[in-house]
């Protein structure tokens, strides 16, 4: 007979991110998925998610809260664009930040060696 240990955590959290494309906290990622009945431990979570983003498979924010929540991501540099109304997260590419960039070096005569952007707003499914 087969064990439930096919799936490790690590696929079943990543799993749910790819999903949702939201940020989610660990307990709010326990909770889906003791809904879809996998038995995955809080702390497990907790581990698979801080694994995760050491990996770069995964990024952290802190929200208002103060609850680290995160959102599937992959390695190259991009940006956030965060739905107030469901909370969707979509990938932006960096190409508006180019014209700041220069912006600042004509200016300013500050070379921008890098920066941390976030949007927020409203999603199209949403407006
Ligand atoms: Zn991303
Ligand atoms: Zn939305
Ligand atoms: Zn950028």
């Known amino acids: 007979m087969r064990t439930q240990y ?18 989610l906290s660990a307990a709010e990622i326990h909770g889906l998925l003791r809904k879809s009945r996998q038995n995955v431990s809080l702390s497990t979570v907790y581990r698979t998610l801080d694994l995760l983003a050491g990996k770069g498979e995964a990024s952290a924010r802190v929200d208002a809260g103060g609850e680290t929540t995160y959102v599937v991501c992959d390695q190259t540099h991009h940006h956030h664009a965060v739905c107030r109304k469901c909370g969707k997260v979509q990938d932006v590419s960096c190409e508006a930040i180019e014209s700041v960039a ?26």
């Open 6 to 23: 096919s799936t490790r955590p690590r696929e079943q959290v990543s799993a749910i991110l790819k999903r949702e494309q939201r940020y």
């Open 102 to 127: 220069s912006a600042l070096r004509t200016h300013h005569g500050f070379k921008l060696a890098d920066h941390e952007m976030q949007f927020f707003g409203t999603c199209g499914a949403c407006k």
